[in-house]
């Protein structure tokens, strides 16, 4: 990187994430002038433009892309008519070790005398706790399952290639055309769809307006500016704002400063999961690239130093904090807008080009938080491009992810997408499949898969507060076979599924009443042409998920109960009952039975992966094709984020000897320490699971750097991945581990069981070393010798 | 002991569950030990049905076996791992305790046979790698048309094994070959056409 990237990457990274009240100002300020005089849709749009015309203008010393979504880098607002903090909210945020936000004594006193005044039992967080059922809220408490929309907006989307054809002047003629469009005499829902698109119109021009803030400010700096190569810089940077985002951009440059701006509309209107995305980046800045090259107009380090610059304005924007379960589920500053690099055109052919190699190159050089990046494979897709990739993965952050960009399509044609829009989608947040730019595929909450084992064994009882949360499906130590226990946890699941459904189709009902999104359903097709709202239903594909937790923790608890109770008949339930209550405390001896002989999911065992099977088919089955209130259709996703902690933290003892409080496994891993047979068998049994029926599954591996060192290590991690796709599996990612690593495992070894470290001409667990050798190997892992 | 009995067709239906990775990376079996040609019959049993299903064979030996048996399974290996620890066959007595003539005789017919062989020479400072041990290798791989040798420089690993055994490491004072030599004897021997790699 260069010099003004190094210096904007300094800024970024050393700035202190921080709350700034600017934006509840200014949304709580136009709420007390419009809210009650016009229509929500259009109180939504005022609101929006408010802020935009309001908020103060950031362009920084040496930037090339322009705009901050707070005050400043790091600066993050807050959300009142999502979610309105307490006071002691505020103390927790700036107070805590982990994901903390500073809070100045101003901040605080703003929050106290003007927003908690106005937004206390009106935001849609109140709403929605006021409209759940206190089986719901049991649920909730339980930690059965998780919800997304207690303090964030449903969002979760991704931009597609629109607004490079088209700028908002553009949009305003279809709203326009929509608009002239509406049968008043014969349409039920003519009112809505006019008040909808008015909220967009009135959208366009706040976005333009925002831009041209900007050109303004650049102007203004320009005329102070002393050096002469900066103040043209402004006067460029001035020129861009005032053509993007009315008009569609011309060039590279301009290309990135328009998504910049739609990106930052779309996290200033509302607190959406998953901020926004660019999607296909390298398919989207390729006819940029390509013809800008032709003319002599961009060269290759123009285009990294501008594709860095567009880095960095990610990383600025952490995700707004969270409290409570909400932080539990999702502890981390990411705000998790992850570009896609690779996969196919439109018509079916390799998409890989020149931008897919540089964006690597960004990756590398840049090593930042955000934004997060994965490369789609796809067999059309050439193997020089996955060993790029398997060098930056090597260098250990853990990016790019890779997914099977050919069962990504494959997922979106089962739920009925067209094959282009297929093509076209890819994968976005962590896992989630979606047809980008034109789909809303909103995730609903984390679901405990474990603890429905729990209540199942407590005939409907959470042994945690003694509460009846579930239904009464026998006494356990009644079953006489282990598909008896099985009926009675997929007749709990049912139940549980269904609370949560019903609870979702509430919340979906209220956002679509109180809370739209008219800025960001303009840029996701079809909003405009039905008139209808993102959070309505207007989008063209519409998918709601449940995202299922710690599959391998429950598969590992079904076979040791089947192989132990039922088939070896090495104990009684009534006997495991009572472990399980003690929290194996006087019963060492069977959970080292339960750990150490007992088949386990990740080892390529039919008997564990069985198991696995029997719970992904339920969960399945209980969800995947529900319909949802404003059209959407119901699935499911195997991703915890970091709720596996939160979810394992709710769930006491377990019959796969797991110790009460401790984390689940996470994403469709095998639980730590139970995978013995290396990572091609973990794969063997991850593929069991059909993932073509989900929205998403997460695959985590653990590699020291020896074993993917060379030429021979990118090789074989191309290999792994390809035999894994080959397979169907849908995403892997790579952790590699470093010396800090090593070392944190010899002074913790119980968190590092399955650590595997390549000793000499073999690997070996890393536990399994004496201290002489384990130091030999971590000062062999820093110097990077034989 | 450690360990259990197994049949062929037990070991097979665990080797085809990464048949998958074969096939995408060209990898294989390596048949290893100890000495896997103590075992002929069955490893014989088990090249055979790999070579039947496809499956790319490696056999990792020191070669000291009479040609009758090695040439029996020879046609069922894809590659061997080929084992020299000093050409000099009263050295080799001294250090292994075995000459090293049929060894060697083994080598020429395999080589001789268009068999692929990789040389692997662990390397004990002051036992086995003295230069004109290494050029002797060097000159016989030339004579025999091999190219490729790895050097699987001594570690100490094997103290950690041999405590928990409760037994007695006797050679205690032998150090890990430096860097510097290390690297030096791959330049030399790169210098001869080879293909060198420390490791594996």
């Not at chain 2, 085809?16 to 294989?28: I, M």
Request: proline share 4%.
């Amino acid at each position: 990187m260069n010099e003004r990237v190094a210096k904007l990457r300094e800024q970024s990274v050393t700035a202190i994430p921080h709350i700034s009240m600017e934006r509840a100002q200014l949304v709580t300020e136009a709420y007390q002038r419009y809210a009650g005089k016009v229509s929500i849709p259009v109180l939504r749009a005022l609101t929006f433009k408010h802020v935009m015309e309001n908020k103060k203008i950031c362009i920084h010393e040496g930037e090339l892309i322009v705009g901050e979504r707070g005050p400043g880098p790091q600066a993050t607002p807050t959300y009142p008519e999502l979610c309105c903090h307490t006071m002691e909210d505020l103390q927790i945020m700036n107070d805590r070790e982990k994901i903390s936000f500073k809070v100045k004594e101003e901040a605080k006193k703003i929050h106290k005398e003007k927003i908690i005044p106005f937004w206390k039992g009106k935001s849609m967080r109140d709403l929605i706790f006021e409209q759940m059922t206190a089986q719901w809220k049991d649920c909730y408490e339980a930690g059965i399952f998780t919800e997304f929309m207690e303090q964030r907006a449903p969002g979760h989307t991704v931009a597609d290639d629109k607004i490079y054809k088209k700028g908002f002047l553009d949009f305003k003629r279809d709203i326009e055309k929509s608009l002239e469009a509406i049968d008043y005499a014969n349409d039920r829902e003519a009112y809505k769809k006019q008040e909808e698109l008015k909220a967009m119109l009135i959208c366009c021009d706040a976005i333009i307006r925002f831009a041209e803030r900007h050109g303004e400010k650049a102007l203004e700096l320009a005329k102070e500016e002393k050096n002469p190569e900066r103040k043209k810089e402004l006067e460029e940077i001035a020129q861009i704002c005032r053509y993007v985002p009315a008009n569609p951009p011309r060039n590279f440059r301009e290309a990135l400063q328009m998504y910049w701006f739609v990106h930052l509309g779309v996290i200033i209107e509302l607190n959406t999961w998953d901020s926004f995305c660019p999607g296909r980046l390298d398919q989207h800045l390729y006819p940029f690239y390509e013809k800008e090259m032709a003319e002599g107009t961009l060269n290759r380090e123009k285009a990294k130093e501008l594709l860095e610059c567009f880095w960095i304005k990610f990383n600025n924007q952490p995700a707004p904090p969270k409290v409570g379960i909400t932080l539990e589920e999702s502890g981390t500053y990411t705000d998790f807008c992850n570009i896609n690099i690779g996969g196919v055109k439109p018509d079916g052919s390799d998409g890989v080009n020149e931008v897919s190699y540089l964006l690597l190159e960004v990756i590398r050089e840049m090593r930042i938080l955000q934004p997060s990046t994965n490369i789609q494979v796809s067999k059309k897709n050439p193997d020089q491009f996955v060993i790029k990739a398997a060098e930056v993965i090597r260098e250990g952050m853990g990016f790019p992810s890779v997914f099977n960009a050919d069962a990504v399509i494959q997922e979106l044609l089962r739920q009925g997408k067209s094959l282009v829009d297929a093509r076209c989608g890819g994968t976005s947040g962590c896992v989630e499949v979606g047809a980008f730019g034109k789909e809303a595929y909103i995730l609903t909450g984390y679901f405990n898969l474990v603890k429905i084992l729990e209540i199942t064994l407590h005939n409907g009882i959470d042994p945690r507060t003694g509460k009846k949360i579930g239904i009464e499906t026998g006494e356990p130590t009644e079953f006489k076979s282990f598909d008896e226990l099985m009926d009675a946890y997929r007749k709990q699941l049912h139940h549980f599924v269904e609370i949560k459904i019903k609870g979702n189709q509430m919340i979906e009902s209220l956002y679509a009443e109180y809370m739209p999104a008219p800025f960001m359903s303009i840029v996701i097709d079809d909003c405009i042409t039905h008139g209808k709202d993102y959070n309505a239903g207007g989008a063209r594909y519409n998918s709601r998920y449940i995202q299922g937790v710690g599959i391998g923790s429950i598969a590992d608890c079904l076979s040791s109960i089947r192989y132990h109770v039922f088939d070896k008949k090495n104990l009684t339930m009534e006997k495991l009952l009572k472990i399980l209550k003690a929290d194996f405390k006087g019963y060492e001896k069977e959970r080292q039975l339960f750990l150490n002989k007992t088949p386990k999911y990740g080892n390529d065992d039919d008997y564990a992966d069985e198991m696995m099977l029997q719970v992904f088919h339920a969960f399945h089955h209980a969800v995947d094709g529900k319909p949802s209130v404003t059209g959407g259709t119901y699935r499911i996703e195997m991703l915890p984020t970091t709720c596996h902690v939160y979810f394992g933290s709710v769930t006491g003892a377990m019959p796969d000897g797991r110790k009460a409080g401790a984390p689940l496994s996470e994403g469709i891993s095998p639980v730590q320490g139970a995978d013995r047979h290396g990572p091609t068998a973990v794969i063997k049994s991850a593929s069991k699971m059909d993932h073509l029926r989900t929205g998403g599954t997460l695959l985590n591996q653990k590699f020291p750097p020896h074993v993917v060192d060379g030429e021979e290590g990118l090789a074989k991690m191309k290999d792994l991945i390809r035999a894994y796709f080959k397979l169907d599996g849908h995403h892997i990612q790579f952790n590699i581990i470093d010396g800090n690593t090593l070392r944190d495992a010899q002074k913790n070894p119980e968190k590092y069981k399955t650590l595997i470290v390549r000793v000499a001409g073999y690997s070996d667990y890393f536990n399994n070393l004496n201290k002489g050798l384990q130091d030999e190997i971590i000062a062999r892992t820093e110097h990077k010798s034989f | 002991m450690i360990g259990r009995m197994v049949t062929a067709g037990e070991v097979m239906e665990e080797i085809e569950k990464d048949r998958v990775f074969y096939e995408e990376s060209g990898g294989g079996v390596t048949f290893s030990g100890g000495e896997p040609l103590m075992q002929p019959g069955f490893l014989h049993a088990l090249l055979s049905k790999c070579k039947e299903r496809k499956i790319h064979t490696a056999l990792d030996t020191s070669g000291y076996v009479s040609w009758e048996t090695l040439s029996r399974i020879s046609a069922n290996v894809d590659l061997f791992l080929y084992d020299i620890k000093h050409t000099d066959d009263r050295r080799h007595m001294e250090l292994t305790g075995v000459s090293n003539r049929q060894i060697f005789h083994n080598l020429k017919n395999l080589a001789g046979a268009g068999k692929k062989i990789w040389i692997r020479v662990p390397v004990m400072p002051g036992l086995n790698d003295d230069q004109e041990n290494m050029l002797k290798i060097a000159d016989l791989m030339h004579a025999l048309n091999l190219k490729d040798i790895f050097l699987l420089p001594y570690h100490r690993i094997a103290t950690d094994k041999y405590g928990r055994l409760g037994r007695v490491y006797l050679l205690s004072d032998l150090q890990t070959p430096s860097d510097e030599y290390m690297h030096g004897t791959v330049e030399r021997l790169s210098a001869y056409g080879l293909n060198v790699k420390i490791g594996g």
